[in-house]
């Protein structure tokens, strides 16, 4: 049996959010057996985050933190290949 972690995958607003306002606009928690199986999951949900019949406007950035609370991922809407 693999070991699992859990990760936790927040998608960010592109709005300014004012003091003490959450950027995090979508929060999910998933348990995998690896980095790699949160970070292909984080990913598959920005790309329906931006989708663009979504309402609001499309996501900023998507990034993984693991159980520890530390980022482990990260990708914004720039980083996207052309």
Known sequence: MTPRETFHIEILSPEPVADGEDPVRQRVSVRVGSLESA????LSLFARARAPQRGGGPAEAVRVIDGAGTEVFRRSRFDEPG
Do not use: M, P, V
Request: hydrophobic share 25%; proline share 0%.
């Open 39 to 42: 970070t292909e999951h984080a």
